[in-house]
């Protein structure tokens, strides 16, 4: 790899801004222990062993006390970054903690860029690119299965997937170009049914990866869940409910939600981005008919769509919605909510929305019943989590440039597999394979550039 280490010493506050109990003050590279040590007052910090803690005092540039402190050492390779590094906890206050740096740096380090550390265990070798992005997405998790999918990540799941199928690519070039070596002897090691079916199941598994994106994307950012149905059926209301806020406004007057309305909850272990809609209707309304387009727009983009119907609701209006609903949904999971039932049976449309809609799961409730807006949150909740964010090692790609990558791969195989069909010439087949090689490498960072490095580290956040 091109991109060395820099050999700076560096240091920077790894907790969040602001006062607390404690910080944490971070510093790594070759001279660490030294230049913490020439700032120390306790024990001899030079000959203290990896992975013990030291209590003392850090001292500022007159020889007077800063703070009393705990001082972790972590020695070469053995640490985060794989350098030298000595982790600072100190107490909270902002003013001690900008003394701390101040001091460091006069002694001799440099402040951290953002994400520098992460980088430089990117380049010691103690993570793959993958890897350390997974501690961003860790650091930034918002939910219970978003910090396990990232964990899984972080603990090398996704990259040894990744590494299987790229010792199998090479065994496949290998055989290929191992035969154009001696094809002046008609000699062929590679057998191309043989090859088809190796190329098929590495395609299975590339498509396999790409695909689970679109759970992975979910779990990451939040499971988008539209509301949607007829003018006054209650979705405003369901979403206060559900969210413990009067975000939207309630009104007997049909149309008053004009456009989209946005929170996000968490249900179970799964981030939820609820999404309340303008009513379904046909309109000469030109504002109103702008939010049911965008109403339309966000149940098509949306992983689960909640219909919600009023229990009083006549047989024309419930088909005339049923139209613009059910068709939609035929990739989605579609959850039919029977509301208002503190006022009418829901056996008046029950049967109707079992015919209209057959697949989906259906409850029936009052909005204004805590028993039932419980009943609510469970069945989102369940039906929200995907299996992946359940299981602590499942392999799920949350990473749009991963995506990306995967995508690409997935095209240049199925080149290759369309030339080993066509007999092409295996030169050909291997230079399609090495392309693939080459996607899967740039996800874990054994193909790579300055760049894609300055704009991945830049990202994170300073101290990590």
Not at 327 to 344: E, F, G, M, S
Not at 441 to 457: N, Q, S
Request: overall charge negative; glycine content about 8%.
């Amino acid at each position: 790899m091109a991109i060395l280490a820099s050999n700076d010493t560096i240091c920077a506050v790894s907790t969040p801004a602001g006062s607390g109990g404690i910080a944490v003050v971070r510093v790594s590279g070759p001279r660490a222990v030294a230049i913490v040590g020439s700032r120390w007052r306790g024990a001899d910090l030079s000959t203290a062993a990896s992975h013990t803690a030291h209590l003392g005092y850090v001292l500022g540039n007159g020889g007077n006390a800063i703070d009393q402190v705990v001082a972790t050492i972590f020695r070469a390779p053995h640490s985060y970054t794989g350098d030298d590094v000595v982790e600072l906890s100190c107490h909270g206050s902002t003013w001690i903690q900008r003394q701390l740096l101040t001091t460091l740096t006069d002694a001799g380090c440099r402040l951290a860029t953002a994400g520098e550390f992460t980088k430089r265990a990117f380049l010691n070798r103690r993570l793959d690119l993958s890897q350390a992005e997974a501690v961003a997405d860790l650091i930034a998790a918002e939910s219970a299965a978003a910090a396990r999918v990232a964990l899984s990540q972080l603990k090398g799941n996704f990259a040894k997937r990744l590494g299987e199928l790229h010792d199998r690519l090479v065994h496949l070039v290998a055989l290929l170009e191992l035969e154009l070596d001696f094809s002046e002897e008609d000699v062929e090691f590679a057998d191309r049914t043989e090859l088809l079916a190796l190329a098929a199941e590495l395609q299975q598994e590339i498509d396999t990866l790409t695909a689970s994106f679109s759970a992975g994307n979910a779990i990451k950012n939040g499971m988008p869940v539209a509301i949607v149905g007829q003018t006054n059926a209650g979705k405003s209301t369901i979403l206060n409910a559900l969210t413990g806020d009067d975000r939207a406004i309630v009104s007997e007057v049909h149309g008053t939600t004009r456009d989209t309305i946005e929170d996000v909850i968490t249900l179970g272990d799964t981030l939820i981005r609820l999404i309340d809609t303008a009513g379904l209707r046909h309109t000469g309304d030109t504002v109103e008919a702008i939010g049911i387009k965008r109403a339309v727009a966000r149940m098509e983009q949306a992983r689960i769509v909640i219909w919600v119907i009023d229990a009083t609701t006549d047989s024309a209006t419930l088909t005339e919605v049923a139209a613009m609903v059910v068709p939609r949904c035929a990739d989605k999971q579609l959850l039919i909510v029977i509301n208002k039932t503190d006022i009418a049976t829901a056996d008046n449309v029950l049967g109707a929305v079992r015919t209209l809609a057959p697949d989906a799961d259906v409850i029936t409730m009052s909005a204004h019943c805590s028993d039932d807006i419980n009943r609510l949150r469970e069945s989102i909740a369940r039906m929200a989590t995907p299996a992946a964010a359940l299981d602590g090692n499942a392999v799920v790609v949350t990473n749009a440039r991963h995506h990306a990558e995967l995508t690409l791969a997935g095209e240049a195989l199925r080149r290759a597999t369309a030339a080993i069909r066509d007999g092409i010439s295996g030169e050909l087949v291997a230079q399609d394979l090495r392309e693939v090689m080459d996607h899967i490498g740039a996800i874990t960072g054994t193909i790579t550039t300055t760049a894609i490095l300055t704009d991945l580290f830049a990202n994170f956040c300073v101290g990590k």
